[in-house]
């Protein structure tokens, strides 16, 4: 099963621009491109990921939990589904999901 990631935009005015762009492409005024360079400039896209998917980014990553700046024991709360990722730490993880740890050292 396949979760949609969820849309949160990085203000109030990006998300009024966005609306504005959505409609406009909606009529055909945008083209697609058009439209995924306001995606990309006002969205920021948060992918809730499972615990298998945070122990394969830690795997991956090497040093974790420090850069997060949360606790070991944490991640690996996250990593066998105990708790969840709360506060900035989702967009963080997807941020290292998409473009590695060094993204937001």
């Known amino acids: 099963m396949t979760t949609k990631a969820k849309k949160k935009f990085r203000s109030k005015s990006a998300e009024a621009a966005h609306e504005t762009a959505s409609g406009l492409h909606r009529i055909g005024v945008l083209d697609a ?3 995924r360079e306001f995606d990309a400039a006002c969205l920021t896209m948060i992918e809730p990921l499972t615990g298998a998917q ?3 980014l830690r795997e991956r990553e090497g040093v974790f939990a420090r850069v997060l700046n949360v606790k070991p024991k944490l991640v690996s709360e996250w990593e066998r589904g105990e708790k969840k990722p709360s506060g900035p730490s989702p967009k963080l993880l997807s941020i290292v999901k998409a473009r590695g740890l060094g993204a937001i050292i």
């Open 33 to 35: 491109k058009t439209m």
């Open 54 to 56: 945070i122990l394969a």
